[in-house]
């Protein structure tokens, strides 16, 4: 396939295909690549015990077609991975959009010809492609990182890593089950895994702050008001800080009366999805005194869900302050460890040694399993990108470029890689977000700004040195304002299996209204910033 293209893209999921329906049909030639066997992206590789969004599922899915939010029908009020792979799915048959995707095409290189003006993808089996474009869209969550144990591939039982879950049913029932991680996916495959294993023991770092998810059906009732309130859910999106359905409460914490206070968070916890997070006291995201408040009370809710008070501490966090990581949604994660079937092992204090062909070695005893989970996580934003040799002008590699920490403009592009856009890249809005909402909000300024290019005849865009460097101070100085950097996360690049990168801010605390308002400034001035000709 050596016939060039306008437009290449990079990726199946929600934003590769809503950017390839936007380039056909404006015209452009345009081809996509996906290394798996189907659309869906993370919702195709993430099929772990119950793997599902934290976002309301009438405020997740695209709402560029109202014929298609009049069509589809969600079952839950948050749904679960398959019925969202089924969507995109249902979405991809709709617009017919597979004819223009190469599959189980797991992309190599990427290297940019600046005599031609033009970039070369490579697979893996050697096929190549040529553009004039670029446009990632590999998504945040892609890069999964194994745990860096001694023995892995000695154990003769089943392993898997939940971000490379097999396609066929996995039985646990009165199996001797390991899972090793306890983040978001780790907190969602625990709960499921507990409910039929044999005996199931979870190795744990570190604890987070779990909050009740509130799942349920959405009643034919509800269904049709969903149906006549999408405009309302997605203006609500559109003004909130995540672009989640989830309003910060004006109320300071630290001026609110301590019974105000209980009662707030009570009713907050309690309410669907991220409120207890997102909906919360101003001030408890920026401020210490008032994060410390807010902490402690989720730590006294893990305290009365949790029968055995030793157990209980092993679960309580310590080492950092609430929603300072994204907080993972849970159904009955905390009861799991009253059940007489379930072990906690603090690693910290127990840690693994090694791990053999029966099971997993501490350094205070041996343990025989059937079979081992790793929820370990993912090399988050940028690893998808360091996976792939993407090479720049006079042969600079974006991994090297990267090395001390990303430097783009508005996340969508970096100095020294023209004519490539990095839907939900680094520095991007779309790191801390509702995430499908900042997706159309990233395809849709990247589409204007090649229709400005086809227009004005430019072939090569480029985002200035500059302006990179000024939005790079502008990602940090914004972050600065809120308590994220205080603690080690995915957001600040930070993942016990990849110890040799450096600690960098990767996602964008500014909130998504700022966002967006910085990139239409950009857009009306020309696309100031960018180098064009």
Request: overall charge neutral; proline content about 5%.
């Amino acid at each position: 396939m050596n016939n060039p293209y306008d437009v290449l893209i990079i990726g199946a999921g929600l934003s590769g295909m809503y950017q390839l329906k936007r380039m056909r049909d404006l015209g452009f030639r345009v081809h996509g690549f996906e290394a798996g066997s189907d659309v869906g992206g993370v919702w195709y590789w993430n099929r772990s015990p119950g793997a599902r969004f934290d976002s309301e599922s009438y405020s997740y899915g695209y709402s560029w077609s109202k014929e298609l939010l009049q069509e589809w029908n969600w079952s839950e009020h948050f749904a679960a991975q398959p019925e969202t792979l089924r969507y995109c799915q249902y979405v991809a048959d709709k617009f017919d959009l597979r004819h223009d995707f190469s599959f189980n095409s797991r992309i190599k290189s990427a290297i940019w010809d600046e005599t031609r003006r033009t970039w070369t993808l490579t697979t893996d089996d050697g096929t190549t492609a040529s553009s004039t474009w670029l446009i990632t869209c590999l998504g945040p969550l892609s890069a999964p990182t194994p745990p860096n144990i001694p023995g892995r591939d000695d154990f003769k039982g089943e392993a898997f890593h939940t971000a490379t879950w097999p396609h066929t049913p996995v039985t646990f029932a009165n199996k001797r089950v390991a899972v090793i991680g306890t983040g978001a996916t780790g907190v969602q495959t625990i709960t499921q895994v507990a409910k039929t294993a044999g005996h199931l023991t979870v190795f744990q770092r570190t604890p987070n702050y779990c909050a009740p998810l509130g799942n349920r059906p959405i009643t034919q009732e509800e269904q049709a008001r969903i149906k006549a309130s999408y405009d309302q859910f997605f203006a609500t999106c559109a003004a909130t800080t995540g672009s989640f359905l989830h309003t910060a409460d004006p109320r300071e914490a630290l001026k609110t009366s301590a019974e105000e206070r209980e009662a707030f968070w009570e009713q907050q916890y309690y309410a669907p999805g991220f409120g207890i997070w997102l909906g919360n006291f101003a001030d408890v995201g920026t401020n210490a005194e008032a994060n410390a408040l807010a902490s402690e009370f989720i730590r006294r809710k893990i305290r009365e869900r949790v029968k055995d008070p030793v157990i209980a501490e092993k679960l309580v966090p310590k080492n950092h302050g609430f929603g300072t990581r994204r907080v993972p949604l849970e159904s009955g994660y905390y009861e799991v460890f009253n059940q007489p079937n379930v072990e906690l092992i603090d690693i910290n204090k127990e840690p693994i040694q090694h791990i053999n062909p029966h099971g997993i070695q501490t350094n205070e005893r041996t343990l025989e399993f059937d079979m081992i989970i790793y929820a370990t996580g993912f090399d988050a934003v940028r690893g998808s990108f360091d996976r792939i040799r993407i090479e720049g002008t006079n042969g600079t590699l974006l991994q090297d470029a990267w090395s001390e920490g990303p430097t783009t403009l508005l996340g969508l592009q970096s100095p020294g890689f023209p004519n490539l856009f990095t839907i939900v890249g680094p520095h991007n809005a779309a790191g801390f977000c509702n995430i499908p909402r900042c997706i159309e909000q990233n395809v849709d300024w990247v589409t204007g700004f090649l229709i400005h290019a086809r227009t004005k005849g430019n072939t090569r865009i480029e985002a200035s040195t500059s302006a990179a460097e000024e939005w790079t101070r502008h990602v940090y100085d914004m972050v600065a304002l809120t308590l994220f950097a205080t603690t080690d996360s995915w957001f600040m690049g930070v993942n016990q299996n990849t110890p040799e990168k450096k600690r960098t801010f990767l996602a964008y605390a500014g909130g998504s209204p700022r966002y967006k308002k910085r990139c239409d400034a950009v857009a009306a001035d020309g696309y100031r910033g960018f180098i064009q000709n």
